[in-house]
């Protein structure tokens, strides 16, 4: 069993408690800097200040937003992370 869990952490690249948190952070941040991008990019730096702002206002919207953050994230991050690791189990 032990050995199960060796394969596992080594594919993942890590124990897969601290892939899953590394992965909902990288998540979050491309999908914050996604929707900058596509919403407004001319007032990147004035979304970001706002978006910090309304995290720190720690009201629902901002779980609601940090969500839709998270998901448009994962749409491109857990593709190319699967795909990496998928050729990295190959070697």
Do not use: K
Request: overall charge positive; some cysteine; aromatic content about 10%.
């Amino acid at each position: 069993m032990a050995e199960g869990n060796n394969q596992l952490s080594r594919f993942l690249g890590g124990s897969p408690v601290s892939v899953l948190l590394r992965l909902i952070i990288l998540c979050i941040v491309v999908g914050v800097i996604l929707a900058a991008l596509g919403l407004d990019p001319a007032h990147l730096l004035e979304s970001f200040r706002r978006l910090i702002e309304t995290v720190f206002s720690l009201g629902f919207d901002t779980v609601e937003r940090i969500w839709r953050y998270f998901l448009l994230g994962a749409v491109v991050v857990i593709p190319l992370w699967l795909i990496s690791r998928l050729f990295r189990s190959g070697r």
